[in-house]
């Protein structure tokens, strides 16, 4: 079955009042989700069980709910509450760092080539500044309720009042937890930098890696650069963040050896200017970067291919 409205809310949708705004709002949840979650497989599956939530009531009392997209929001930020809860138990476990699920553009889906499957429920979610790979990883530092209030009011305007009926506590509390996550987005994400600045950065990356050019990788990162990288025991990769320009340089021409073949491709990576390396037209790894004066100084490497399913092939 595709993920979305359960199959048996399907029969009742076109006799019923409202379906077609209850159905609408998938696209708003999905958006939520993934920004709580960091995952578009997980945000699909909280999405699926507050549809599955809501069609398991009886029509009558669907009927009487005011607003459907409230209740829908409320379920799935509960639901996304318990998974960022026993996912911290999980990631513990992990393999090597944790991050993100990068976002294609919309025109670099891989479901049909480049094609754009409009089924897809990551082509529902808007790419802005809060699904940056930058900005996804300070939200992973923040506790659940922080991440939930902080999301739910400074990125889709939800008041304190509403926040309060999902994390189960007082207007007052949500606005203390959002504006304590926004004490921490402030002190560990660095001076934004124009996507045009971080484009000629990463350009000049790769430039200087196709060359194998040391000096020229040296100088284009920061003294202090940091390279996470996530290969969720999958697939080779360091499992433990690399630190330092000149040591991120030394381990991608020691990559650029070792790999004869390896294409590299800029592409949009979550909104943001980043890199993507191919072996025979399949992506293999997509490397998201952050910059300042002219530096890179993150870098963000993903090359578990459980999260590479939309920049691959179906």
């Known amino acids: 079955m595709t993920r979305g409205v359960p ?42 069980e507050a549809y599955a939530r809501w069609y398991a009531q009886p029509r009558g009392r669907r009927e009487a709910v005011a607003s459907p997209g409230a209740w829908l929001t409320t379920v799935t930020g509960r639901i996304c509450l318990d998974v960022l809860g026993s996912a911290r138990v999980r990631r513990e476990r992990y393999v090597g760092p944790w991050l993100p699920e990068p976002l294609p553009d919309h025109g ?36 659940p309720a922080e991440r939930v209030a902080f999301v739910l009011h400074d990125v889709f305007r939800y008041s304190f009042a509403e926040i309060a009926g999902i994390v189960g506590r007082t207007p007052g509390a949500c606005r ?50 940091v390279m996470t990288a996530d290969g969720g025991g999958l697939v ?26 390896l294409r ?28 300042s004066d002219g530096r890179a100084h993150r870098i963000w490497v993903v090359r578990n291919p459980e999260k590479l399913r939309l920049w691959r092939p179906s």
């Open 264 to 291: 590299l491709l800029e592409r949009s990576v979550a909104g943001a200017p980043g890199l993507v390396a191919q072996y025979g037209g399949v992506t293999a790894t997509v490397a998201a970067f952050d910059a």
């Open 236 to 261: 080779g990769t360091v499992l433990r963040p690399v630190e330092g320009g000149a040591r991120i340089a030394q381990y991608m021409i020691t990559i650029a050896d070792k790999a004869p073949g």
């Open 108 to 143: 670099q889906w891989a479901g049909g080539g480049l094609g754009t499957d409009t089924a897809d429920p990551a082509d529902r979610i808007a790419l802005d500044e809060s699904v940056t790979m930058a900005f996804l990883v300070v939200l992973e530092s923040m506790t």
């Open 176 to 225: 203390e937890l959002a504006s304590s996550a926004r004490r921490r987005m402030r002190a560990e994400r660095a001076p934004a930098t124009s996507t045009a600045g971080r484009a000629e950065v990463v350009r000049h990356v790769k430039e200087a890696w196709e060359a194998k050019d040391i000096t020229a990788l040296v100088n284009l990162l920061d003294p202090d650069a």
């Open 7 to 48: 199959e048996r809310g399907t029969a009742d949708v076109a006799g019923e009042p409202g379906a077609v705004d209850v159905a609408g709002e998938r696209h708003q949840l999905i958006g939520i989700a993934y920004r709580l979650l960091g995952s578009v497989a997980e945000a699909e599956d909280a999405v699926q």
